[in-house]
Each structure stands twice: as C-alpha cells, then as structure tokens.
C-alpha cells in the first residue's frame, strides 16, 4: 500500500533508537524526507546514514527539547532543508521509581521533558502548517496515561498530558487541513526494556531463554491479548497511516496501539 508520503518532510523527535528510529525508517520507506533528531549529532548522523544507504533521504538536527534553546536549534536544523509537513512529538524519557521515590524535582523534570519539550517543537513548526494549511502531528503517547500502574506514577501522568495536549491542538487546529492525533503503545520491546526485563527474571522465576522471560513476564506486569510485547515497527506502522492522506479525516483521536492492554471499550 502506497501512503503517499513523497515529498513531505517529517521530523521525528528522539529518533536516535527505538520508536523514534523505527517510524523514521518506516516513513523514509514510504517516501518521506525525514529529519533524525537527537542530542548526539554522532548518534543522529549514524541513523541519517544508514536510511541513505537504504535509498531513503533524511537530514539530521540536534538540539536539548528540554530547553528553548535547544528547541530553537532543532527547529532550525529541520527547516534548513525545507518545510516541515509531519512532525512526530516521540521524544521522552522516565525513570524506574515509585511514589516514595518520585521527588517533586523529579515530577518537575519529567513533565518538562514528556510534555513541555513536545509543546516547544509545536509552537515553533505548527503555525507554519496552519499558515500552508497541511500538516500532521502525531504525538507518541501510552496506555498507562489512560490505565495507569501504581508505580511510574510521575511518567503515568505526564503521558495523560500528552494525550490532553494532542486532544486540545486538534481543536484548535479546527477547519484547517492540519490534524492532530495520539498513537498510544503498550508495553513496546525495545533493547533498554528487554534488558530490564532479562536481569529481573531470576528474582521473579520468569524462565531461563528470552521466550519464557516475554510470556511470564507479560502475564505478570501487563496482561494483554496478545500475550507478548509489541515491536516498534507496529508503533511506526500506525504513526505512518495517521500521517498519509487516508487519515484526512481523522482527528483528535487516540489509537491503541498494545495488544489490548487497556480494557475501556472507548
């Protein structure tokens, strides 16, 4: 299936690894220009590379998301190669803490870093598309914003802002051909998580080999239909349909993207 995507540019954000990397190989694929965004020119320029080897065409842009300078920068780097039709808000990070260890600096930081930085690339890229009238965002979001656990109870509650924040652009963003939307992961297996998961399996009895460690470990922590972890391509896979012509009329809207994880019929 042709999505349509060349000659549109996209910028996705903390696309060094992970999600990030897997939807801007995936819309290069497709035929998007994409720009590879990081802290590390070294890291960024690495993945660039690797697309244009592949026959895809991507430029590179660094900048710190969780400063106004640095997102200065990291615009300023992606619209040196033209206009920004696509921007994909993935970049983020949490740490592994509970309620007794998430300090309000800690709630402060990661809020500035899940939500404000995604904000920041908004101001900066989105009233240009308004302006061509045509645009997409996707913002990366997750099911714990909606089904949260008891534990991560900082990064649970910057993902609802996520959600909201998305939401509330596609208002505003009413009667004009730019749309705003959420791809919400599950559990996405990704090399920091297995990791995690592998040193934890001896104190937990999940099993000894990786498949035994994914089913257990899935059954126990996040119960889902599919009873194993997504991939990121699966993540991209949504990302990429949300950002082609078939989804013009889909807007303010949050898809699911986790095996069936979250239980809410709506």
Request: with cysteine; glycine share 12%.
């Amino acid at each position: 299936m042709d999505l349509q995507l060349a000659g549109r540019r996209a910028l996705i954000t903390g696309s060094t690894s992970g999600l990030g990397e897997a939807t801007a190989r995936l819309l290069a694929a497709e035929g998007a220009e994409v720009v590879i965004h990081g802290r590390s020119a070294q890291r960024a320029q690495a993945v660039a590379d690797s697309i244009i080897e592949d026959g895809g065409k991507a430029a590179v842009a660094v900048g710190d998301l969780g400063t106004d300078d640095g997102a200065d920068r990291t615009a300023e780097h992606a619209l040196a190669g033209g206009v920004v039709d696509i921007l994909v808000n993935n970049a983020g990070a949490y740490e592994h803490l509970g309620w007794d260890d998430a300090t309000p600096d800690i709630w402060l930081h990661t809020y500035n870093v899940n939500v404000v930085s995604g904000v920041r690339m908004i101001q900066r890229l989105v009233p240009a598309m308004r302006e061509r009238d045509y645009g997409r965002i996707v913002t990366i979001g997750g099911g714990l914003g909606m089904q949260p656990f008891d534990s991560h109870p900082h990064y649970n509650a910057s993902l609802a802002a996520r959600h909201n924040l998305g939401v509330s652009l596609a208002r505003d963003l009413a009667g004009t051909r730019v749309t705003s939307n959420i791809v919400a992961p599950g559990a996405i297996l990704v090399p920091a998580v297995q990791d995690f998961l592998t040193a934890l399996s001896p104190e937990r009895g999940w099993g000894q080999t990786w498949e035994e460690i994914e089913y257990n470990s899935v059954r126990e922590i996040v119960p889902n239909d599919r009873v194993r972890y997504g991939r990121p391509e699966e993540i991209a896979g949504a990302v990429a349909y949300l950002c082609s012509p078939y989804a013009e009329y889909i807007s303010g809207a949050t898809i699911r993207v986790d095996g069936g994880t979250v239980r809410s019929a709506f």
